[in-house]
């Protein structure tokens, strides 16, 4: 076996990928070193190790080492002075004569260069060690080192000026000349199919620090003669700005203004004073006027800048785009797209989206909405940060939404020509943590759009209360009594008769209070008390036979099938409320037809084998396996299908997926139809014409002892309406069912980037977890006493160590105590007191110490949907597993970074 040594501390970063790079290429195999770089070189110099990637070209290694051709990437440099040096700047005259620090190597190499280029004379001491050099940087020792670009901050320092750049290599034991001819055979192969993979892997690892210059010449005679910074900002745009009752400015724009002097140091010398305006054209036209700096927001698009003579910035804040529609028809066809009169922005983005479409100005955004709502117009554009709060009012609620590309993306704004002042804003936002920008609009997304008491009871109707209050109760039983504890059951069981006490008075409050939910209430109590009888009578004979292993073993395992039965009737009623209120989006990407087969064939394999099914995939007529879907909701769509097959389906049955290709579709595109069909007990002729509606089951004899919601078949109804398709359904009672579901998908690219199918845990990989998890230490955020049992239970007997934090505050003052190898890896509760998820993992990820920096984070969390997953990612969260929790699919997720 190969064996490779990389700097990196933990399997991920540059090397590691570029390592995993070459092996697709050479079929190495790993095995990882960690430690101090200086013992890493030594090692590889004594044949202990074959690889070691970070290494630089300078004679004196040449003849030690053997060099591929070609580089692994390349290696910018900085000049560090003290921040309170002004005698030093970016102008190389000003470094004459001066001190300078460098280490042996290739900084020693770029600095002499760097002096011969500018004809500077300096005096050049040499280091061996980084922390010795930059002590008397700060002391006053030296005036001036070179460091790396990508060595982060420095307290005290400030890089002003690069120093020159040098290529790095992935450096082979000199013994080893097998090796090294493999490594150049793979890295030119890397290079013809990659050409840009050096400057993709420095863009994602790499940080640009030299920003962190101070500034230039011409930028400080600009500060010199501007002691007030003038904002321009549009009124009404939440959460970016708005103009408050009392004249103020509140949004994202204050928190990033503010960020962007303090990183700068400019915080108290630079006044800020802000103007609202009601249209882009009045604030573009005194930006043009000299009576603005800067304007907020604005589309960094550059073609868009240079129409309206500005510089953009960087860009601040990026979020998705929606569009809301009424019609699907119009949507297709889609010739009048409402703009608000005056925002540019969205007029831009919309002009770009739909450059066919006719535009309908309207006074704001409301009354866009208003015309999409009575048919006027088609759709509207809203920014993605936007879109729930604007149309959670009950008047759009049979609106629909759908995800849009690109992404939209708004900066800072200067005249053009202003180089100084855009190269100031520019080098502040390369100072601020990224995560900073979308925390602060998080901020103030909850101030958009705030809901009447009409709309609150909408969204919170008390059946769906009732409902939530029943599963709590439930589901502290049944999780509780599966994982720790039995002489709590009494307790428990009292609990969840209080709870379905409140239940009852719900309901009846709901039948007064909303007559439209009664067909709700109807359909859902029979369901909802099979389960609860279940649990509660099983609890008490597993409390009265304590004694007996077996016989509680046996009502336990009743207790987890209806708690699950109970879990899923939630789903779907809250999928089907979702759906209803425009929340689900669909979300397009590349994947193989195999993968969703191996997917369903994961889901039912269990079902299909207790009851003996003959069970088979057929997609032989399939031409194009590789397309464009929303993969999630296709699943759903094929499982809930899939599903009641089985269910209805008697022990030695068959069941058949069969996937046909149609001819016919316009070039690019593929027609496939899905067939799912059983052997089952069928559906009568009168049943089929309801069958996709809400709450609806077929009340026979043969039907009526198999649990359901009626709600599985009406989402997947709407979910495929969404997704453009059909779906047909032809059965015969006693001889079995059939539904052909159609859809016309994109064909994928060669190139396009596939999702792999989701593969089962089997018992020898939850060994192998168990051996890893040997040793390894959690840190278990959570502020649910009985959750802390269920998951130390859980984690313990697998054998990792866990520690417990009530809270998020607590879990970062833990961390930061610790000694960067304490901890192995985070679970994180979301919704804490005190500090949330979110927060801490911000503060985590702000850590100085790399290591403690990065450590894994999963969400564990009763945030669910998957706008939840996207949030808990954004905050820098590795992962997310929802409540309740799954040991299964828990010890799954954590095997992954283990």
């Known amino acids: ?168 290599y992935i450096v082979v034991n000199i013994k080893r000349p097998d090796l090294l001819k493999e490594l150049n055979q793979a890295q030119l192969q890397l290079s013809l199919d990659n050409p840009s993979y050096i400057a993709y892997y420095t863009n994602k690892y790499i940080r640009d620090t030299a920003s962190r210059a101070t500034f230039t010449e011409e930028e400080l005679n600009w500060l010199q003669n501007h002691k007030e910074l003038r904002i321009g900002y549009m009124n009404n745009y939440l959460p970016y700005c708005i103009t408050d009752e009392n004249g103020h400015v509140v949004g994202a724009i204050t928190d990033i203004t503010e960020k962007i002097l303090d990183s700068l140091r400019l915080t108290g010398k630079l006044k800020v004073s802000y103007k609202g305006y009601n249209d882009f054209e009045s604030l573009s036209i005194d930006l043009q006027d000299n009576k603005l700096d800067v304007i907020f927001p604005v589309d960094i698009d550059n073609w868009t800048a240079e129409k309206l003579n500005l510089f953009a910035s960087h860009g601040v804040i990026s979020s998705s785009s929606d569009v809301v529609y009424k019609d699907d028809d119009k949507l297709k066809n889609l010739k009048i797209l409402a703009n608000p009169l005056g925002n540019y922005l969205v007029d831009n983005y919309g002009k770009r989206v739909y450059p066919d479409a006719k535009i309908l100005y309207c006074k704001d955004i409301f009354e866009c909405l208003d015309k999409v709502k009575s048919g006027e117009a088609d759709a509207v554009l809203l920014n993605g940060l936007r879109t729930y709060n604007l149309i959670r009012k009950s008047e759009y609620a049979n609106l629909k939404v759908r995800r849009t590309e690109p992404v939209f993306i708004v900066g800072y704004g200067v005249l053009h020509g202003n180089k100084e002042l855009l190269g100031i804003i520019n080098r502040g936002l390369s100072l ?188 032989e007529q399939v031409v194009n396996k590789d397309f464009i879907c929303d993969h999630l909701r296709l699943n759903q769509v094929l499982l809930n299908i899939l599903s009641n097959a089985v269910k209805f389906t008697k022990p030695g049955g068959k069941i058949t997926l069969r996937v046909l290709e149609l001819d016919g579709a316009p070039d690019g595109l593929a027609t496939y139809e899905f067939h799912i069909k059983d052997t089952g007990i069928g559906i009568s002729e009168e049943f089929q014409k309801h069958i996709f509606e809400s709450f609806t089951r077929e009340e026979t004899a043969t039907v009526s002892g198999i649990q359901g919601s009626g709600l599985g078949m009406a989402i997947t109804k709407r979910i495929v309406d969404m997704m453009d398709g059909t779906i047909e359904v032809e059965s015969e009672q006693g001889k079995g069912t059939e539904f052909i579901v159609t859809f016309t998908f994109k064909i994928a690219d060669k190139d396009a980037q596939f999702e792999e199918a989701h593969q089962m845990l089997t018992e020898e990989s939850l060994d192998s977890t168990k051996e890893q998890a040997s040793g390894k230490r959690i840190l278990l955020v959570e502020d649910n006493e009985l959750n802390q049992e269920i998951a130390i239970s859980i984690l313990t007997e697998f054998g990792f160590d866990v520690e417990v934090a009530n809270d998020g505050s607590v879990a970062v003052q833990k961390l930061s105590e610790a000694n960067p190898e304490y901890y192995d890896f985070i679970l994180m509760d979301i919704q804490m007191p005190i500090m949330n998820g979110y927060e801490a993992t911000r503060t985590i990820r702000r850590m100085k110490n790399r290591d403690k920096a990065n450590i894994p984070i999963l969400a564990m969390t009763a945030d669910a949907f998957e706008e939840d997953k996207q949030k808990a990612l954004a905050a820098g969260m590795n992962g997310h597993i929802a409540k309740p929790i799954d040991p299964e699919e828990l010890l799954k997720s954590i095997k992954e970074f283990l």
Request: hydrophobic residues 35%; charged residues 20%.
């Open 1 to 168: 076996m190969k064996r490779a040594r990389t700097k990196i501390p933990s399997k991920k970063g540059y090397a590691y990928e570029y390592y995993q790079n070459l092996s697709y290429y050479t079929g190495w195999k790993y095995e990882y070193v960690y430690g101090k770089y200086g013992d890493l070189y030594n090692k590889l110099l004594a044949g202990e190790i074959d690889f070691l990637a970070g290494l630089a070209k300078t004679p004196e290694r040449e003849g030690l080492l053997s060099y591929p051709d070609l580089p692994m990437g390349n290696e910018s440099y900085v000049f560090l002075k003290r921040s309170n040096d002004t005698t030093i700047n970016s102008s190389a005259s000003t470094l004459e004569g001066k001190k300078f620090g460098a280490l042996e190597g290739a900084m020693l190499s770029v600095l002499t260069q760097y002096f011969a280029d500018n004809k500077i004379n300096g005096q050049i001491i040499k280091y061996n060690s980084m922390e010795e050099r930059d002590n008397d940087l700060l002391s006053g020792k030296l005036d001036v080192v070179i460091a790396e670009d990508n060595s982060g901050n420095h307290d005290g320092l400030s890089a002003f000026a690069r120093a020159g750049q040098n290529n790095y």
């Open 432 to 619: 601020i943590d990224p995560t900073m920008t979308q925390t602060a609009t998080e901020k103030y997304i909850a101030l958009m759009g705030k809901p009447s008491f009409r709309d609150f009871l909408t969204e919170n109707s008390i059946y769906l209360i009732a409902f939530l209050l029943l599963v709590v109760g439930a589901l502290f039983t049944s999780t509780f009594l599966t994982n720790r504890a039995l002489k709590k059951v009494n307790k428990s069981q009292e609990e969840v008769l209080v709870y379905q006490k409140a239940l009852e008075a719900a309901l009846e409050d709901a039948e007064q209070a909303n007559k439209a939910k009664t067909v709700f209430l109807n359909n859902m109590s029979h369901d909802i008390r099979t389960p609860m009888n279940a649990i509660i009578g099983f609890t008490a004979l597993a409390v009265s036979h304590l004694d007996n292993k077996g016989q509680v073993k046996d009502y336990l395992g009743k207790i987890q099938t209806s708690s699950n039965y109970l879990l899923s009737l939630i789903n779907d009623v809250l999928d089907m409320s979702r759906i209803e209120s425009g929340k689900v989006t669909i979300v397009e990407g590349p994947v193989h037809l195999a993968t969703i087969t191996q997917d369903l064939q994961n889901f039912v394999q269990a079902d299909i084998t207790s009851k003996h099914i003959d069970f088979k995939i057929d997609t």
